[in-house]
């Protein structure tokens, strides 16, 4: 498991997003209503944001599946002119981030965060930063299937 390291620009987007938290996970529900409506995004490409903004550093202290978080369905845009009603405005500040690429079912990658979380960054020379986690889901993401593929980004700076 070794990511690569990518300093990205910031990003904008726009989309839908929801209170949760693990132990009510809404992401399908939140997703089942932003698809139909991604179309008026007017979105740079074809790629899906799934984007979690945390509400600190110490959401990560101690896990409690009964925190909230807020959870973004969204897609990338260049302006946020002409915005199509229901839809929100996140911004991505630019920063540095741990890329890894994530293969398989969409319904089992929290193995794959939980060896991000304890095992990478533990024994990493990076901590959390505090800005929005995400996963792009372009061209190779099939969902369900084994095959499928994702990018996911989390926020890191160099531990001092």
């Not at 229901?86 to 500040?93: G, N, P, T």
Request: glycine content about 4%; hydrophobic content about 40%; aromatic content about 14%.
């Amino acid at each position: 498991m070794q990511p690569e390291i990518v300093c990205l620009t910031s990003k904008l987007l726009v989309g839908l997003k929801t209170e949760m938290s693990f132990s009510e996970n809404k992401t399908a529900t939140l997703w089942q209503t932003f698809m139909p409506k991604k179309h008026l995004a007017s979105a740079k490409s074809d790629e899906l944001f799934s984007v979690e903004v945390y509400p600190d550093l110490n959401f990560f202290k101690t896990f409690d599946p009964t925190k909230t978080f807020e959870k973004w369905a969204a897609a990338e845009v260049d302006s946020v002119e002409n915005l199509a009603e229901d839809f929100e405005v996140l911004k991505i500040s630019e920063g540095l981030y741990a890329k890894f690429i994530y293969q398989g079912k969409a319904s089992e990658a929290a193995t794959f965060y939980s060896k991000i979380y304890g095992e990478w960054l533990p024994n990493s020379q990076y901590k959390l930063a505090n800005r929005p986690h995400f996963a792009v889901m372009g061209e190779k993401y099939k969902g369900e299937e084994a095959a499928s593929e994702e990018e996911i980004f989390i926020p890191i700076e160099k531990s001092v």
